[in-house]
């Protein structure tokens, strides 16, 4: 098509020059315009080839098994990825392809999900067992593969398989942004995965936990990337996560909170934190903080300016604040802080003992404001326009009364329904295979597509709740203190927000007796759930599921082979 169009062209501007043998000139401009129409198609394909060349593809084999280890001190067994504590941490750049193959070597079902994806158009790949996918059963593959388009920041990846990644099987997930606004005030980075640690395997508390003869297990310990201090003396035989970093040099910290329990706060020593990002958005940078307060599931970017002339070392603080139970008493774990070092240069000697509870007001106060105000506040998003709230009419408020309920085991139920995972066959294979337009499924509800959604969160519990939806970040709108009390749709209508600077995140918390308000958008077609990520709740039912524009997930989907049965 394009030699007979330029063809054509040449016949054309024959005719044209015997018209006008005497118009030198304007031959030569028509000349001209020939040449560039002609280079349009080479350039467009210049464009496409480079385009291509900037996407990489990530590929890995996870091999999933059961094996012994001791990253506390404590030898016990760990469900992890290729025989190593941490699972491989993925770092790609923005609009690279993940392709990776689970291989399920253990004894048991798996999945995985990746927290925070939006899994735009993939939404099969979301891994939610009973609702995007069947579980991975012993001995059997899955291939993962999906792009992760515009997104980027720090996000993580976990079993989604009853309670598994309390037992290890988790990893960290970094996005990295060529155009990263912050990219020139820092020369390197690092990385801290933090997590709650249990000396009996969770998968068997899980077990006595559904019987209802004990409350919700407290962790022995926690991990600061896959070493704690348990079975050990701080100044003689303790291990100790070395964090190097040249003296006036800056560096970004990405921390990620993989507990499946535990509210943890950072301190380091005579240093302050000035945060960049929260759940992979960029916030403007005018928070500098001391400690940093972050709910299970949660992430944040912080800067830290390296002293300019330093001959000591100094103290990284990672503590798990109090669990409370039902009769308003809290309890702590019997290692409520695990420690770090902040290094200088090549020294290797430990910091001073005696700086050792140096910010010990500092956890303190975090643990007190977190008792009445669960998140971190003031975290004013950059100014983005993909962080602004579209300017649509709300259409439809929804409200979730949560409560716990019965005993022998009880349940989290919203709105007196309890959630539990289908077994047999998926929500997905509903949709697809039984060309059903809507779900019938307690705790669940259909929304229609390019729609603006409001969602209150009455917490009739006496417990904080950190939740995570799937498939989209959400605006938070207002969050009441604790004991504040619920609302009503009567409630909501006369309340005015603040549309302007909104915290926009995937991972937010409702405090005890009090409510939430979080605004979506509906414009990422799936089956997604938004659920407790203190995942004992969700093991009760504590999950409520959003089946956002069937009509398009059967469209985009519809060339998959998705069984109608996961168990034959």
């Known amino acids: ?119 735009r158009n993939t939404f099969h790949m979301d891994g939610v067992p009973g609702i995007s996918q069947c579980s991975i059963l012993p001995n059997q593959s899955f291939n993962y593969l999906f792009s992760t388009n515009n997104q980027s920041g720090t996000y993580w990846y976990h079993s989604h398989h009853l309670i598994q990644y309390g037992d290890g099987l988790k990893g960290i997930f970094i996005i990295q942004n060529p155009n990263d606004p912050f990219q020139h005030f820092y020369d390197n980075e690092e990385i801290f995965q933090i997590t709650d640690w249990y000396h009996i395997p969770v998968h068997i508390l899980l077990n006595t936990y559904l019987t209802g003869t004990i409350n919700d297990p407290i962790p022995d310990c926690l991990l600061f990337n896959g070493i704690g201090q348990f079975n050990c003396h701080l100044y003689e035989n303790c291990s100790f996560y070395r ?187 509903l949709i697809l295979q039984k060309n059903q337009s809507e779900i019938h499924w307690p705790s669940t509800i259909t929304i229609k597509e390019n729609e603006i959604y409001d969602i209150i969160i009455n917490n009739n519990d006496y417990s904080s709740h950190p939740f995570h939806l799937h498939g989209h970040h959400v605006w938070i709108l207002s969050q009441g203190k604790s004991n504040e009390g619920f609302l009503n749709q009567t409630q909501y209508e006369t309340m005015n927000f603040n549309l302007n600077n909104v915290i926009y995140r995937d991972t937010f918390s409702v405090t005890p007796y009090s409510y939430l308000i979080f605004r979506f958008y509906s414009n990422n077609p799936g089956i997604w759930m938004l659920h407790c990520h203190n995942d004992w709740h969700l093991q009760i039912g504590m999950a409520f599921v959003f089946v956002e524009s069937p009509k398009l997930i059967q469209q985009t989907h519809s060339n998959l082979s998705i069984p109608d049965k996961c168990y034959k």
């Open 243 to 429: 964090s190097i970093i040249q003296t006036n040099s800056r560096k970004r910290y990405r921390i990620i909170n993989t507990s499946i329990y535990s509210t943890i706060t950072i301190t380091i020593d005579q240093h302050q934190m000035k945060l960049i990002e929260m759940d992979g958005i960029y916030l403007n940078g005018n928070e500098i903080v001391q400690s940093i307060r972050i709910n299970p599931g949660q992430r944040y970017s912080f800067l830290l300016h390296g002293n300019e002339n330093s001959s000591q070392n100094y103290w990284i603080r990672v503590t798990t604040h109090p669990f409370i139970q039902f009769n308003n008493q809290y309890l702590q774990s019997n290692h409520s802080t695990v420690y770090a070092i902040l290094q200088y240069n090549s020294n290797e000697f430990l910091p001073s003992f005696h700086s050792l509870h140096n910010d010990f007001h500092l956890i303190q106060q975090s643990i007190l404001n977190g008792q009445h105000f669960v998140d971190e506040i003031n975290l004013i998003p950059m100014n983005l326009t993909k962080y602004e709230i579209p300017k649509k009419k709300v259409f439809q408020t929804i409200i979730l009364n949560a409560q716990f309920k019965g005993g022998n085991p009880g349940g989290m139920f919203f709105n007196n329904e309890m959630f539990i995972h289908p077994r047999n066959t998926t929500f997905l294979s």
């Open 1 to 119: 098509m394009t030699y007979l169009f330029n063809d054509r062209l040449k016949n054309f501007f024959r005719k044209l020059f015997c018209i006008f043998p005497q118009n030198l000139f304007l031959y030569i401009f028509l000349l001209l315009i020939l040449i560039n129409l002609c280079l349009i198609p080479i350039y467009l394909r210049k464009t496409t080839h480079s385009s291509l060349q900037n996407v990489h593809i990530y590929e890995n084999v996870f091999r999933i098994s059961w094996f012994n280890a001791s990253p506390d001190g404590y030898e016990r067994e760990i469900l992890s990825i290729n025989n190593e504590i941490l699972c491989p941490t993925i770092i790609v750049n923005e609009g690279d392809l993940i392709n990776v193959t689970i291989i399920n070597e253990s004894n048991e079902e798996i999945t995985i999900h990746w927290h925070g994806l939006y899994q």
